[in-house]
């Protein structure tokens, strides 16, 4: 398995990985794992003049599997390597809403055509990777489980939540533009009934970060907007126990598995349709989907579940139920076994 960084990072991709080399093991396979430094892209497509790379990956495998995150660095590499390889898609790079997105399509579209196999982690990822020209017949959707807590959260206390207020509304993920989190500041002042919101991630953009925290001071929420930087999973786990919605909307998710994490608190989800946050969050049943980079919509659904307690519980359940029926690790580990097989019959894989 190849990748850029270390595995052990904590992003809902690297969390993924880490998961899904656990679970091949469990299975009995033996795996490999290449970390490759982390780089910026047109760094990375110099790697594939790099003879070091195409040596430190010239190892004794029947398959490979890529992080797609890496492709800048294997798009020309993988076509001088000597065993099939499989690429895991989190998200497409050309997907989200980039300045170089065209650049990033046609690069991404070449790395795609040199790979025998693509695990993808939503139906929206795989359509977007078809769309790149990926025969169907060649990929598999294997979605991430959202296991990593694991809360007693029943029926009665999500209704009993519903009716505490104010309305407490949490963010999970990296402080980036990608994730939105200057539109859900934009809703939040916008929106009529009190509300409190907690801003749960690290900092991965500085300017950006400094840009949120202007809007918050403009809009004076001080007192309603809390930043906690990065938390443990305690207490994470504390945060979410305590919130009564969980609310990302991103200008564009592979999936989303924060979303899962937090109905697995009953907590329904405030997300973007842009994405494969629309494979778990089923508008008005699960939470509610909203387009991207529209206070106006996330104001709206605040409002919602602000004003009717009845139907935030009722969506709360909703979204515990959701959350038991998804595949676990190890549904998703077999499901990429079986394509590893198809890719690779001589591997022995058993399925």
Known sequence: MTLYGSIDERSGGFRYDRKLLEGLRRAG?????????????HRGLLDNGSRTLRKRLRVDVDVMLQ?????????????????PVVSIVHHLRASEPRPLAPLYRAVERRYLATVDGVVCNSAVTREAVTDLGVDPDRTVVAPPAGDRFD????AETIDSRARAEPLRVIFVGNIAPRKG???????????EPDAELTVVGRSVDEEYAASVRRSVRTHSLEDRVSMTGELTDEELET???????????????????????????????????AGGATDVVTHGETGLLVD?????????????FAN????????????????????????????????????APSAGVVT
């Open 29 to 41: 396979d033996a795996v490999e794992l290449v970390e490759l430094p982390w780089r910026a892209y």
């Open 67 to 83: 992080d797609e995150l890496a492709h800048p660095s294997l798009v020309h590499t993988n076509r001088q390597l000597p065993y």
């Open 151 to 154: 809360p007693s959260v029943d």
């Open 181 to 191: 989190l200057d539109t859900l500041v934009e809703g939040l002042a916008a929106a």
């Open 239 to 273: 945060a979410l126990r305590s919130s009564h919605v969980l609310a990302v909307p991103s200008r564009y998710e592979g999936f989303g598995i924060v979303y899962l994490e937090g109905m697995s608190f009953g907590l329904p989800a405030l997300a973007s349709r």
């Open 292 to 304: 991207p980079d529209d206070p106006a919509a996330v104001a709206a659904a605040l409002r919602t």
């Open 308 to 343: 009717d307690p009845d139907r935030l519980a009722a969506m709360g359940r909703a979204a515990k139920r959701r959350y038991e029926r998804h595949p676990d690790w190890e549904e998703t580990t077999a499901r990429v076994r079986r394509l590893l097989a198809d890719v």
